[in-house]
């Protein structure tokens, strides 16, 4: 397998709390002008799991590589459910 920097959607969280501070301190892109409390970067949990962007992968969730690339992704002998970080 050719590995490559694999990019994610970013799940956005949306609370009463937060502001501006991640698109303005982070120069992140594409977020919404309302309030964001947070962004979840790489995450494999439930519904919001990220789906790849680019290469060989793009269209496919982080969820899917986990299942079939365990060893590459997290580390030899690692099986679980999920991506271990959010």
């Known amino acids: ?3 490559y920097p694999i990019k994610l959607t970013t799940h956005i969280n949306k609370y009463v709390f937060g502001g501006r501070l991640i698109q303005e301190r982070l120069s992140k892109a594409n977020l919404p002008d ?3 409390a947070k962004t979840w970067e790489i995450s494999d949990y439930q519904d919001k799991t990220g789906i790849v962007t680019n290469g060989n992968f793009a269209g496919k969730t982080l969820h899917d590589l986990v299942e079939a690339y365990p060893d590459e992704l997290v580390g030899v ?3 679980g459910p999920h ?3 959010l």
């Open 77 to 79: 002998g690692w099986r």
């Open 1 to 3: 397998m050719n590995w």
């Open 34 to 36: 309302s309030i964001v």
């Open 83 to 85: 991506f271990p970080i």
